[in-house]
């Protein structure tokens, strides 16, 4: 299994894992709600802060399960077997003092791990 990669929303870095050469970043994840989960040391696999940030997407779009999430993230991304529709999603932060947005989130082609430097 790979990893989960994101870029962050405010800046449009990738998010390293804790198993990259590249150091860490502190991530701020943001529901539209007000809820944030802060995370230190991501390991790659969707968890920011103790929440799983597929089980959050679930949840902002009216579903219940981690599945469910997986599946409405990458359809809306146009990469799933279901037609691609506009989908709320959190915010991850390098600035965590930014305010939720409605937009999109951004996975990463080098899933936080597979840096060219």
Not at 48 to 70: H, P, Q, S, V, W
């Amino acid at each position: 299994m790979g990893f989960f990669s994101f870029k962050t929303t405010d800046t449009s870095e990738s998010i390293p894992n804790i198993y990259s050469h590249r150091h860490p970043i502190r991530v701020v994840m943001k529901d539209n709600q007000g809820n944030y989960w802060v995370e230190e040391d991501y390991e790659g696999y969707g968890i920011f802060g103790g929440k799983d940030i597929y089980e959050l997407i679930a949840e902002m779009n009216g579903k219940t399960t981690r599945e469910e999430g997986i599946d409405l993230f990458f359809d809306a991304l146009g990469y799933g077997n279901g037609k691609t529709n506009k989908i709320l999603t959190p915010n991850l932060l390098r600035h965590g003092e930014a305010e939720w947005k409605d937009v999109m989130l951004k996975d990463c082609d080098d899933q936080g791990y597979f840096y060219d430097e």
